[in-house]
């Protein structure tokens, strides 16, 4: 069986193919500056990145191209900007290099577009990735693509006709007629609301007219505050840098997406051969919540993914996932498994024992001056935060269990384990309890607490080594119960023990592998925990006065907080036939994905018990994807399909909405997808 190809060695061979002996290939990618560029945008960067290296790899010379297209007007109002400017909307229809940087503590750049590309500039410096960046306002303000221009007006008939084969409505001769495939923004209120109402002979000249009022002339042979639309735009561009790769959103590669259209009108008006294409998938996010969330929303730059995620780890998961297929960021604990799957692939390549397509993998992610050292990213986690991630007492506490390693091997991953537990995931930090939990010990059976007295006797005595302490954790519950190792209660048994310890140590039911825990960590810091030999301390009992007091201020909180609402008139009666008709499901919800171009709607993919359904919902100001995924609402689900945000709707869930909130209504786990609700 022939060995799996990395999927950026096959494009970048078709690419040789293609045009054989050429000189410099060049691999293109571009974004536009609408607003912070989000991970799902990097793709983009990523993929010719990956394809470039792999053109390289075979001594071809190459150059990735990146076009900031900062001369595209402002469509709306990012909320991050919303929040610190007032009417801002007003520039809506302004170049994103013609509006003042709204960003005051930003003294470095002018504009907006200058501020959100440096931000991203920044942002993927820790890659290592060089760019050939070109300004797509300075390229035509120059003048440099001025015959481009005059030539596509020269064409705009053809272009149209183009254009025309892939609308689904007939178009008429007027609008042929009219059809410029150019925008010009206009001198006086500086937006693109113009609309041209002549065109000399020569395509030379133009008279036209803005929605402020403005009339005048725009001569293209020395005005140049212009840019063609974005499907001539970009064949235009593919011709003028001689482009051989560029990938774009996976929308862009349907047969009748704008990468079709570019295509024909490249080949038929520019007589280019357009460049190969390389459709790529949305980019999910898993369990993002905390701090991280509150703070970034769901707009967020490889910058912010940097810390928690190695730049390798990032780059990693994009080079191992083929481009049309989807993969996730993790903020929840799948972040360990990615992790551990990295650690493992970089041993094998290290080790001699890889695959040809993990070796091409990895080969891809280096980073010239780097080395990446795999530290379990879960141990890191899992015993960090006892040691209140203090280097040297890590090192030690590895060290113990038989993982050494020094403070520059450790200090990069353990700032990242560092900081996805404290706004990921604050709850599975593992402090150590100040004072014994009375509280929990009180509710122990007798035998239960026997079990407690024999592991602190055990530890108290000290000379064991780390298997001698695994064997004795897992004798202690037969010990106590008097059962046998074929006993089929004993796992039960041995898990409530360790239960058990756990809440008394570190107020959890769960915790590190209990055995690695207790022999890594001095038992100083714990042994007085399990010793109820003696009645409370003074400080204890002030210990717990102080818990009933938070606690009794919180419950006062939460019944402060009661919400009042306007009680509407109950609407009209129905009969018992009319409400039948509604077919009301339950469904869990697989996927919800943020939808290109709309502010309030989430695209949710839901499990209605007999097959996959699509919803569009106007829920994304009140819900973040990970509160939603894997939960369990209620569906219309026989509500005709109708059309919102340019996805087709097929049902619609339920949701009280009252004052400034809407609360979706969530069914118990335990109900089955596919249950009516009657």
């Keep these: 069986m022939d060995e799996k190809i990395h999927w950026a060695e096959t494009i970048a ?22 607003g912070s560029v989000h991970i799902g945008n990097f793709r983009d960067v990523a993929t010719s990145f990956f394809v470039a ?46 509006i003042e940087n709204p960003f005051k503590d930003d003294l470095e750049c002018k504009t907006y577009a200058e501020h959100f590309e440096k931000e991203f500039e920044d942002s993927i410096r820790p890659f290592g990735i060089k760019l050939d960046v070109r300004h797509q306002a300075e390229m035509y ?20 006709d183009i254009l025309d084969r892939y609308k689904t409505q007939d178009s008429t001769q007027e609008e042929r007629d009219n059809y410029y495939p150019v925008g010009i923004y206009c001198p006086h209120c500086g937006k693109d609301t113009t609309k041209i109402t002549s065109l000399s002979d020569d395509c030379t000249k133009a008279h036209y007219e803005c929605k402020c009022g403005h009339i005048g002339e725009f001569d293209f042979t020395k005005d140049f505050n212009c840019k063609l639309q974005w499907k001539v735009d970009w064949a235009m561009r593919w011709k003028y840098e001689q482009v051989d790769f560029e990938p774009g959103g996976i929308d862009h590669a349907s047969p009748n997406g704008s990468y079709a259209a570019g295509k024909d009108i490249s080949k038929e008006i520019f007589k280019y051969e357009a460049p190969i294409f390389q459709g790529y998938g949305f980019i999910g996010l898993k369990g993002l919540a905390g701090k991280m969330s509150s703070s970034s929303g769901l707009n967020l730059t490889p910058k912010t993914l940097l810390r928690i995620y190695q730049p390798e780890v990032l780059l990693w998961l994009y080079a191992r996932t083929e481009p049309n297929k989807e993969f996730d960021f993790c903020f929840d604990d799948g972040i360990l498994r990615q992790y551990f799957e990295f650690d493992k692939m970089l041993t094998e390549v290290d080790s001699g024992k890889a695959t040809e397509w993990a070796k091409t993998t990895m080969n891809l992610i280096q980073i010239e001056g780097r080395r990446v050292y795999p530290i ?13 991630f203090n280097e040297e007492l890590l090192q030690l506490v590895l060290a113990k269990i038989g993982q050494c390693y020094s403070k520059e091997e450790m200090s990069e991953r353990l700032g990242l384990a560092k900081c996805w537990l404290e706004e990921c995931s604050p709850e599975n930090i593992n402090r150590i309890r100040a004072s014994r939990n009375w509280e929990v010990f009180d509710t122990f059976s007798p035998k239960e607490k026997n079990e407690i007295e024999l592991l602190y006797n055990y530890l108290a005595k000290g000379g064991y080594s780390l298997e001698e302490l695994q064997t004795e954790l897992y004798a202690i519950p037969r010990q106590v119960r008097g059962i046998t190792r074929e006993d089929k209660a004993l796992k039960a048994v041995q898990g409530q023990f360790f239960s058990n310890v756990y809440k008394l140590l570190i107020d959890k039911e769960k915790g590190p592998r209990l055995y690695l825990f207790l022999y890594a960590i001095s038992p100083n810091s714990y042994l007085h925990l399990l010793d109820f030999s003696y009645p409370k301390t003074e400080d204890e009992v002030q210990i717990e006065t102080q818990i009933e007091v938070v606690e009794t201020k919180q419950e006062k909180k939460e019944n402060e ?28 919800v697989l996927k919800c994905q943020e939808i290109r171009k709309s502010q309030n709607c989430y695209k949710i993919t839901v499990n209605d018990g007999k097959q996959q359904r699509t919803i569009v919902s106007s829920i994304k100001s009140y819900y973040n994807p990970e509160h939603l995924i894997g939960k369990k609402i209620l569906v219309l689900v026989n509500l ?19 004052n400034k909130y809407c609360k979706v209504i969530f069914a118990d786990d335990i109900i089955p997808s596919g249950c009516e609700v009657k």
């Design 13 to 34: 061979q078709q690419i040789i193919n293609k045009r054989p002996n050429k000189d410099e290939y060049v691999c293109a990618a571009g974004i536009s500056p609408s």
């Design 53 to 98: 290296k792999a053109i390289e790899k075979r001594g071809k010379k190459v150059r990735l191209l990146f076009s900031w297209d900062e001369l595209d007007r402002l469509r709306k109002v990012p909320s991050n900007v919303a929040a610190i400017t007032e009417n801002f909307e007003t520039n809506i229809g302004r170049a994103y290099v013609d």
């Design 376 to 388: 379990p990213f879960n141990l890191l986690v899992q015993l960090g935060s006892v040691v209140d």
């Design 141 to 160: 303000r120059s003048g440099k693509y001025a015959e481009n221009v005059i030539y596509a007006l020269k064409k705009r008939k053809d272009i149209f």
């Design 640 to 658: 005709a399909p109708t059309r919102i945000a340019g996805v087709t709707s097929e049902g619609m869930l339920l949701a009280a909405s009252f």
């Design 561 to 588: 907080d009661n919400i009042t609402i306007e009680i509407k008139d109950i609407k009209p009666g129905i009969i018992i036939d009319d409400f039948s008709k509604m077919d009301i499901r339950v469904c869990e």
